[in-house]
């Protein structure tokens, strides 16, 4: 290269140094080899890309999902997403016992730990109208909320406030839905528009604290409630559950989809 440029009447006229020509040339290479595959957009390193004529297609945008989970937790700064982690619900109201004086308790500002460490072990891509349905695992998701109750709980009246802290283990969710696609400034994006999720959890710990001004008699009597109705806590929370974290996933997937197109995620 360096006798190339030495006889390069260009350099010359320029006064550019061979050497100083050949450190621009491996330079423009370089920046072409990593533009040219992508027409000339840069890949984020968030972006684990996948070639469409891949026979295990499937299995090569499994590993693209967990390959963006550490960027979920940290967050992405480029496409303003903040970190997962915590992952955020605004409210849960739940009716626990019937009747005028029912025991119900309104969970609030509801962070949710753990929700990123997921494993996907099934993805099915949607064909013929049909839904995409993806099959994960997520070891453990800690709760904490604010905490209110009202009514009467076993005998007691159990009115107040205070922290409420859950447990789930052993985590299986299957969510499926629906996909378009747009075209914008001559690129190919989906959007999910609709999202439904299905969660199986096997291991339930729930407890509160600091509540009714630190009554210790209701603390006890509301921590045994939910140790000893813990699933059917869960049950009564589960359709509104669903329903949020539902809408709060779709908003993350749509954020990166939105700035990634498709010829980004599957290459030729």
């Known amino acids: 290269l360096l006798h190339i440029f030495g006889d390069c009447p260009r350099c010359q006229q320029i006064d550019m140094s061979p ?20 027409g000339q957009q840069p890949v984020p390193e968030y972006v684990k890309q996948c070639k469409k004529s891949n026979p295990k297609l499937e299995e090569c945008l499994i590993q693209s999902l967990h390959h963006v989970k550490p960027y979920l937790v940290k967050g992405i700064p480029d496409i ?3 970190s997962v982690e915590p992952f955020i619900l605004d409210s849960l109201t739940l009716s626990l016992t019937g009747g005028e004086r029912g025991y119900r308790i309104t969970l609030r500002d509801i962070h949710m730990y753990g929700a990123s460490n997921f494993t996907v072990s099934k993805l099915k891509l949607s064909h013929n109208k049909q839904p995409f349905e993806a099959k994960i695992h997520i070891p453990e998701i800690k709760i904490d909320a604010n905490y209110t109750s009202s009514g009467v709980l076993i005998v007691l009246p ?9 447990t789930l283990g052993n985590v299986a969710a299957t969510l499926k839905g629906f996909v378009s696609s747009s075209t ?10 609709k999202l439904d999720i299905n969660l199986a959890i096997k291991d339930i710990k729930m407890h509160v604290r600091k509540v009714f001004n630190n009554n210790r008699i209701l603390t006890e009597a509301t921590n045994l409630f939910l140790k000893e109705n813990g699933h059917e806590v ?3 929370m589960m359709p509104q559950l669903r329903v949020k974290m539902a809408t709060v996933i779709k908003k993350v997937v749509n954020q990166l989809l939105s700035h990634t197109p498709v010829e980004l995620l599957v290459i030729p």
């Not at 020509?21 to 992508?38: D, H, I």
Request: one cysteine or more.
């Open 19 to 38: 050497y100083y020509c050949c450190c621009l040339l491996l330079t423009l290479c370089c920046l072409g080899m990593s533009l040219g595959v992508t």
């Open 158 to 166: 159990a009115s107040g406030g205070g922290r409420f802290h859950a």
């Open 184 to 193: 914008r400034a001559g690129q190919e994006y989906l959007n999910v528009d």
């Open 234 to 236: 869960l049950d009564v």
């Open 80 to 82: 303003e997403m903040p």
